[in-house]
């Protein structure tokens, strides 16, 4: 049970299974505070809460004026670019309302659902603006758990972007040394495998209407508390205005801060509760909006990326794939983008094109760039180097979206933030970096020690708060040479989800692949009808069952450079025929394929740093 503390309980909401509780008190000096139980066991201790603003301070001598009314909610949406296609989900809600010694009032909504808990701010006053000074909310996870969390990195002209790697640590653990030198806090989400549940920490429905937000250095006591960004982050050649507290008219509501929670680590991978809470979709017509698979050149060739041969040979290798997209990244207006655009039109295969983000902050230069997109006839753009959570970027992108779905354009943003329930509210955001990817073997020495775990680490963690465009099954040679298989990359593309998954490699080499790989790039989408969590330990191994139609694709990565015995039941599948996909002689740049026996059970070991992907056809 919620254990006892001198602060007294004013109000409760239990999930609608009755499984999670987020419980509201107040202590002597009327400061907020709060906490989270699951099946009965405390998750979550005594937890702060509460806003200073300029004009006044609603984090002490608060009392409840009304306790509201418990509402039902279901919460039912399309997914263009998520777990799975169409969710269906039941949530409570309460709204509680407190008031200080001077009669301010602060509005804490609640709301539980059956993976997890959140609540949100808001100032119901009519009129004139307000800046938050100061959010008290903190986390207060045991001194057992275990955490995975990310660093946020000092800032710079590529960061912060949400571009490093998880780190193992205990609570009050501060910020390890990492990419970019010092790092000054930490990204969301945060990941913990606490004594009584798994628990990720994120945010959702951030807009203009806030920072992107995320958490302090400090973590002492084992409470993360909310922090603003740096006064020198940004978008470079952008004039920000000075300071980066948040501040809106009112009547303002802040964004939803997440606490999602699960029996073991699956059930946070399959969870929607970010976007459960995210604004319901703005678009009415959503039948221009396609999620695909794209080629993609920049990777295979960083240098002399401008050449019209060289983006007509990926258009015609989209082509032969079947897949729906290929990019023009950064310097395709060099070429005759009007000859790409007629040539991948013949090929049945549509274009998405790079820009920088600084064209995206003014309003009539970001529509006047997005009309001139549209006109152009591609379906989309990459917009690149955000690197900030301040509210002007937040209010840029989503705005951004906004005037693209208008276009019927859709959108992936890189060098940016964490999604934070978007892809709900603009389906025609199908992607975004905001993840230490595989551009990392041409930059960072230590990313090939390191990316077999972090692979297994991301599907519980960036991945759960929204798509991430990993750009996955690179095998050729770069500055720092891969230790994972491709074995293990072949599979981690099928774990990855994201919109429009940009598979990074050069044709020759997926040429070369045997017939039944090439066959797995053709029939795996990028939009799948059902996932299953079959094995879920961050930093060590996850094994994913993925339907498409009538097929499962069963894709598995070890996360270690130690061997990996796995043990799958098939019984449950049906599958008439099964095919295995495994490491090759040269197991770096080689697979093999096989037909094994389609018997309810089956074993292996998986190579350190390796992979598998088991197809089951029917």
């Known amino acids: 049970m919620l254990a006892s503390c001198q602060a007294a309980e ?33 998750v979550l201790g005594d937890s702060p809460l509460g806003l200073r603003l300029g004009d006044r301070d609603l984090s002490k001598g608060l009392k409840l004026l009304s306790e509201g009314v418990q509402e039902d909610r279901r919460e039912t949406y399309e997914l263009f670019a998520g777990v799975k296609p169409q969710v269906d989900q039941m949530h409570r809600r309460r709204s509680l309302v407190f008031a200080n010694d001077s009669g301010a009032r602060l509005t804490l909504d609640l709301d539980a659902g059956n993976e997890g808990v959140a609540f949100r701010y808001r100032i119901e006053d009519e009129g004139g603006e307000a800046t938050v000074e100061e959010e008290l909310t903190g986390f207060r996870l045991p001194p057992e758990a275990k955490g995975w969390i990310s660093p946020y990195n000092a800032s710079s002209s590529s960061s912060p972007a949400y571009e490093d790697y998880y780190f193992a640590v205990k609570p009050g653990d501060p910020p390890p040394y990492s990419r970019g030198g010092t790092t000054r806090g930490w ?73 999602a929670l699960g029996d073991k680590a699956g059930d946070i991978l399959t969870s929607t509760l970010v976007t459960d809470l995210a604004p319901a979709s703005t678009i009415a017509d959503t039948s221009w909006i396609k999620p695909g698979r794209a080629s993609w050149s920049w990777w295979s060739h960083p240098e002399g990326q401008n050449g019209p041969e060289l983006y007509a040979s990926f258009i015609a290798e989209s082509a032969k794939r079947g897949w729906e997209y290929s990019l023009l990244d950064a310097g395709w207006g060099k070429a005759d983008s009007k000859a790409l655009v007629e040539q991948a039109k013949r090929e049945g295969v549509d274009l998405m094109v790079w820009a920088h983000a600084d064209g995206f902050y003014d309003a009539d230069r970001r ?79 230590r990313y090939p020690d390191k990316a077999a775990e972090l692979n297994t680490i991301l599907p519980f963690t960036r ?156």
């Not at 697979?591 to 029917?618: E, N, Y």
């Open 10 to 42: 004013v109000a409760m909401l239990a999930s609608p299974d009755g499984t999670n509780v987020i419980a509201v008190h107040v202590d002597d000096a009327g400061a907020l505070s709060y906490r989270v139980a699951r099946k009965g066991l405390e």
């Open 187 to 259: 990204y969301f989400p945060a990941l913990f495998q606490t004594p009584s549940a798994w628990v990720l920490l994120s945010e959702s429905g951030t807009d203009g209407n806030y920072c992107g937000c995320h958490l302090a250095a400090d973590s002492s006591g084992g409470i993360y508390r909310i922090a603003f960004p740096f006064e020198d982050e940004g978008t470079r050649r952008v004039r920000h205005r000075p300071g980066t507290k948040p501040r809106h008219s009112l009547p303002w509501t802040m964004p939803w801060r997440v606490i």
């Open 367 to 445: 529509k006047r760039r997005l009309d001139d997109y549209a006109g152009l006839g591609v379906k989309g753009a990459k917009i690149d180097f955000w690197c900030t959570d301040r509210q002007e970027a937040m209010a840029a992108m989503t705005d951004t979206l906004r005037d693209a779905a208008e276009r019927k354009l859709m959108m992936n943003f890189h060098g940016c933030t964490l999604p934070r329930g978007w892809q709900r509210t603009w389906p025609n955001f199908m992607t975004a970096e905001a993840v230490l990817g595989a551009e990392s073997y041409m930059f960072d020495e």
């Open 463 to 618: 991945n759960v708060a929204g798509p991430m465009d990993y750009t996955p099954l690179g095998l050729g040679e770069k500055r720092y040479k891969r230790k994972t298989t491709a074995a293990h990359e072949l599979a981690a593309s099928l774990i990855f989800t994201s919109g429009i998954v940009h598979y990074a490699d050069q044709p020759e080499v997926y040429a070369a692949f045997p017939e039944a790989v090439k066959a797995i790039l053709r029939d795996a989408p990028a939009r799948w009808d059902e996932t299953r969590c079959v094995i879920g330990e961050p930093g060590k191994a996850v094994v994913l069952a993925r339907r498409t139609k009538a097929i499962w694709f069963i894709a598995g990565i070890n996360g270690s450079s130690a061997e990996l015995s796995v043990e799958l039941d098939l019984s449950g599948y049906g599958a008439k025929r099964a095919t295995l996909v495994r490491e090759g002689s040269d197991a770096l740049h080689e697979m093999k394929a096989d037909p094994i026996d389609t018997a309810d059970k089956w074993s292996a070991t998986v190579p350190g740093r390796g992979g598998f992907v088991l197809r089951l056809d029917f």
